[in-house]
């Protein structure tokens, strides 16, 4: 999929003459991929130089890569600040991560627990980027 269309995915929908959220197409994936820990190293944001030094893990370059290519939609989400965008696209340009949109201003500290109106589906990077696979697993969701 290129940008242009997934953009196209992404913008208002109105339905009845009111705004919805968009639905992407049966199949299409919308990754949010964390940067620092998950694609490289760990740089922390009181240290945006060693971006400039920092190499990607290769499994994940070519995971997230492959999935661009099969039309999902990849953003990248990161809690450095709007001050190290430039610095962050430069260096996702210069490994060749092919991506959507980029976040920044991610909360820090982790262990998130994610709530929205959407299905959303969090898997944790534990030092290997491969395809996902399905488990069964427990979660904590709300009460009916």
């Known amino acids: 999929m290129k940008r242009?269309?997934?953009e196209?995915?992404?913008?208002?929908?109105?339905?009845?003459g009111e705004q919805v959220s968009p639905v992407l197409p049966e199949g299409v994936k919308n990754y949010?991929?964390?940067?620092?820990?998950?694609?490289?190293?760990?740089?922390?944001?009181?240290?945006?130089?060693?971006?400039?030094?920092?190499a990607p893990f290769p499994d994940a370059l070519k995971t997230c890569n492959k999935w661009y290519d099969e039309g999902h939609l990849i953003c990248y989400f990161t809690s450095r600040t709007e001050d190290h965008r430039e610095i962050t696209e430069t260096w996702?340009?210069?490994?060749?991560?092919?991506y959507?949109?980029?976040?920044?201003?991610?909360?820090?500290?982790g262990n998130y627990?994610?709530?929205?109106?959407?299905?959303?589906?969090?898997?944790r990077y534990r030092g290997k980027f491969t395809d996902l696979v399905e488990k069964n697993i427990t979660i904590q969701v709300f009460e009916d």
């Open 32 to 54: 949010l991929i964390d940067i620092d820990g998950t694609i490289t190293e760990d740089v922390p944001n009181e240290q945006p130089e060693r971006m400039a030094t920092c």
């Open 8 to 16: 196209k995915l992404l913008h208002e929908k109105v339905e009845q």
């Open 4 to 6: 242009e269309e997934a």
């Open 100 to 109: 959507h949109s980029l976040l920044m201003g991610k909360p820090r500290g």
């Open 113 to 123: 627990h994610w709530i929205d109106n959407h299905l959303v589906k969090a898997t």
């Open 92 to 98: 996702l340009n210069k490994h060749g991560f092919k």
